[in-house]
């Protein structure tokens, strides 16, 4: 079993920038993929980023190309979400999730609790 806990939300302005952890417990975590995905109120959930179990690729959403980056620190069971030029339609709650496999074919088998993130104009 694996736990997943999102931190680093909050409120910010538009244009600023947050930095979301997703720590996991669990000692293999090192070979699980991480993605985050985000749910805006009324809307469907999202994807929004995903990294390799290495670290060594990642892959993103098209509307935060250029603005966020994922990267993962897997010696502290930590994959981190840096999201900078943060925009009103960024609001949402932001959820990491873990699973085997690429981009194509991941199948996410632990999902956190999610983050709340509430950026104004």
């Known amino acids: 079993q694996m736990q997943l806990v999102e931190s680093g939300g909050g409120l910010v302005q538009a244009g600023g920038s947050l930095r979301l952890s997703c720590a996991a417990s669990g000692h293999t975590f090192s070979t699980y993929s991480i993605s985050w995905f985000r749910q805006a109120p009324g809307k469907e959930r999202e994807f929004v980023a995903f990294i390799t179990f290495s670290g060594a690729g990642t892959y993103y959403a098209d509307f935060v190309k250029g603005r966020f980056t994922i990267s993962r620190a897997n010696a502290e069971n930590t994959v981190y979400l840096q999201m900078n030029s943060l925009k009103p339609e960024d609001t949402a709650v932001y959820y990491c999730?873990?699973?085997?496999?690429?981009?194509?074919?991941?199948?996410?088998?632990?999902w956190g609790q999610g983050t709340q993130v509430t950026v104004s104009s």
């Open positions: 999730a873990a699973g085997k496999g690429g981009i194509t074919n991941i199948e996410y088998a632990y």
